[in-house]
């Protein structure tokens, strides 16, 4: 590589810092949850974090990794996403998905717009978040599919110290083809919420096409930062 060139990687390099700096500078200490979930079928790990760039950016990534008991095998299933802010509780989202096959991991671009807020109508302690999501075909993951991902998280107060509160939750995720929908699954939790840990007990449901619903019952724990 010649001088000029050298140069200009090193300008553009620093030029590139510059531009990110107000952003990180401005950033906010990334904020997460860690659960872990002991089913009789099998085992997850689930790892959330995220956190915001400057006043109208977001960053999230999550990792779910299952432990098959039966098989004795594990899988790991990943994204990150990246939003911009666009009101009332809406922004739009990148995101991109590594899903674990027998082939390798398969990299998948999905854009969408995600909704997070209360549902204070109906209780100040009722959320919802919901994101939807197209994937962007590629070689590896070449049919279009839609992506829809909702959690409802109910969490009253127990008491009058506001140390305790309870914790009903569902998540549900639905994927649907051109031929159909591919998967869909749905999570409940049921437990105690604090500050920084959460427990209770929890049950997966799985759906895919021609075949029976799979079901995990089990104990949960988790610890937020």
């Given at each position: 590589?010649?001088?000029n060139?050298?140069?200009?990687?090193?300008?553009?390099?620093?030029?590139?810092?510059?531009?990110?700096?107000?952003?990180?500078?401005?950033?906010?200490?990334?904020?997460?949850?860690?659960?872990?979930?002991?089913?009789?079928?099998?085992?997850?790990?689930?790892?959330?974090?995220?956190?915001?760039?400057?006043?109208?950016?977001?960053y999230?990534?999550?990792?779910?990794?299952?432990?098959?008991?039966?098989?004795?095998?594990?899988?790991?299933?990943?994204?990150?996403?990246?939003?911009?802010?666009v009101?009332?509780?809406?922004?739009?989202?990148?995101?991109?998905?590594?899903?674990?096959?027998?082939?390798?991991?398969?990299?998948?671009?999905?854009?969408?717009?995600?909704?997070?807020?209360?549902?204070?109508?109906?209780?100040?302690?009722?959320?919802?978040?919901?994101?939807?999501?197209v994937?962007?075909?590629t070689?590896?993951?070449?049919?279009?599919?839609?992506?829809?991902?909702?959690?409802?998280?109910?969490?009253?107060?127990?008491?009058?110290?506001?140390?305790?509160?309870?914790?009903?939750?569902?998540?549900?995720?639905?994927?649907?083809?051109?031929?159909?929908?591919?998967?869909?699954?749905?999570?409940f939790?049921?437990?105690?919420?604090t500050?920084?840990?959460?427990?209770?007990?929890?049950?997966?449901?799985?759906?895919?096409?021609?075949?029976?619903?799979?079901?995990?019952?089990?104990?949960?724990?988790?610890?937020?930062?």
């Amino acid at each position: 590589m010649n001088t000029n060139k050298k140069l200009t990687k090193t300008w553009g390099g620093l030029a590139a810092a510059l531009a990110l700096t107000p952003m990180l500078q401005a950033a906010d200490l990334p904020t997460g949850r860690i659960e872990a979930f002991a089913g009789d079928k099998y085992t997850t790990l689930d790892t959330k974090v995220g956190g915001t760039l400057g006043k109208h950016f977001n960053y999230f990534g999550r990792n779910i990794t299952t432990f098959d008991h039966n098989e004795k095998t594990s899988s790991p299933f990943s994204f990150i996403d990246l939003s911009v802010n666009v009101g009332k509780g809406f922004t739009l989202v990148n995101e991109t998905q590594f899903i674990d096959s027998s082939q390798g991991t398969i990299v998948t671009p999905r854009l969408g717009f995600e909704y997070f807020g209360k549902l204070s109508p109906i209780s100040t302690n009722l959320t919802l978040y919901t994101i939807n999501t197209v994937n962007v075909p590629t070689h590896r993951d070449p049919l279009l599919n839609g992506e829809n991902v909702t959690t409802l998280t109910w969490s009253p107060p127990l008491g009058k110290t506001g140390r305790y509160s309870g914790l009903l939750q569902v998540e549900a995720v639905t994927n649907i083809g051109e031929k159909g929908y591919n998967f869909a699954s749905q999570n409940f939790r049921a437990g105690i919420t604090t500050k920084r840990f959460e427990w209770g007990l929890g049950v997966n449901l799985g759906h895919a096409p021609d075949k029976k619903m799979s079901y995990t019952l089990g104990p949960f724990a988790s610890i937020k930062f």
